[in-house]
């Protein structure tokens, strides 16, 4: 009888005896790597599952920020911000904050609800080289107040802010510059109000802030250069009512307009303009405490409009000084 379990041949000469050997022996040889893949596979399953990175959500968030280093696909957080302020819109919840972290370009948008952009030590670049660099659609109850912005037309853009409605628009530290209609266009279809302060529009084709609307607005604007454009500033609408102070108004072809709205103008300078001031279609300018000089025209008022004076102006040094304007009481 043969022996299995002890059976070696050499079935050639000179070549060394192979033995068949013990069947439970080499079976068990065969068994055991293909044990190991096995327990690390349970091993893994057994792990609990792991949350995916916190950085991967997408719920919207009451503040979220922006970098030129950052990505689109991020979820808009301090350590992974968004690259463009659309993208950090969709993901910041109505009356949240955006933080501009350092300075870039971060493209056009559009705003529908209530929310703060700021630009703190950085400047939020907006580059609209056709169309409307910022559209603004918002709530009967919203605020919007943009802080640090440059938005630039390149000259063939055609509106840097466009206002079509909200509660009130607070622009503050803003430059609005190179557009072929308006810097800032603030037309409200309801009632509002606009802030605008610390800000400059600059080489505006038509107007650097116009102000029209058939609606209740009023606001005020303080500290605001506007150079070289059509006309720097104009409020237009009889139910606008706008505050001017500590404003300068340069090289554009009128300084500021009112057409039959009524404008509060103080401690401003117009010069340098072919009209530093003019009001039209019944409109009314007030000033007290401001500077008209090396205007072409100093100030005019037509079609039924006034210009009022507290007599405590400085009007001189103009090609013509132009109408007498009516005297008003300080009280």
Not at 55 to 80: E, H, K, M
Not at 205 to 230: D, K, Y
Request: charged share 10%; net charge positive.
């Amino acid at each position: 009888m043969f022996n299995l379990g002890n059976h070696c041949s050499s079935p050639l000469p000179d070549v060394a005896p192979r033995c068949i050997g013990s069947r439970k022996n080499t079976a068990s040889r065969a068994i055991v790597p293909l044990l190991v893949p096995m327990l690390c596979v349970l091993s893994v399953l057994s792990q609990p599952v792991q949350a995916a990175p916190k950085w991967f959500s997408t719920t919207p968030q009451i503040r979220t920020f922006v970098s030129g280093l950052g990505s689109d696909n991020y979820p808009c957080t301090a350590d992974r911000p968004c690259r463009t302020l659309k993208a950090a819109l969709a993901l910041t919840t109505a009356g949240g904050q955006i933080y501009v972290l350092d300075s870039a370009d971060y493209g056009p948008f559009t705003i529908t609800t209530a929310v703060t952009i700021a630009a703190d030590g950085a400047v939020a670049g907006v580059l609209a080289t056709s169309g409307t660099g910022i559209s603004i659609s918002a709530g009967a109850n919203d605020v919007i107040t943009l802080r640090g912005l440059n938005v630039d037309g390149s000259k063939t853009g055609n509106v840097g802010i466009q206002f079509n409605s909200g509660k009130s628009l607070n622009l503050q530290k803003t430059v609005l510059r190179a557009f072929a209609s308006a810097g800032l266009n603030f037309a409200p279809s309801g009632a509002s109000t606009l802030f605008i302060s610390e800000t400059t529009a600059t080489n505006n084709v038509n107007n650097g802030i116009l102000v029209s609307a058939s609606t209740s607005v009023g606001g005020t604007l303080q500290r605001i250069t506007a150079t070289g454009n059509g006309t720097g500033i104009l409020a237009a609408g009889g139910m606008v009512k706008i505050t001017v102070s500590d404003t300068v108004a340069s090289n554009n072809h009128y300084g500021m307009g009112a057409s039959a709205a009524a404008l509060m103008v103080r401690n401003s300078t117009f010069n340098n303009n072919t009209v530093g001031i003019a009001a039209d279609q019944n409109g009314i300018v007030r000033v007290g405490q401001s500077t008209i000089t090396a205007n072409a025209t100093g100030w005019q008022a037509t079609n039924g409009a006034q210009i009022q004076s507290y007599g405590n102006n400085s009007v001189s040094g103009n090609t013509a000084n132009g109408i007498v304007p009516t005297a008003a009481t300080l009280q």
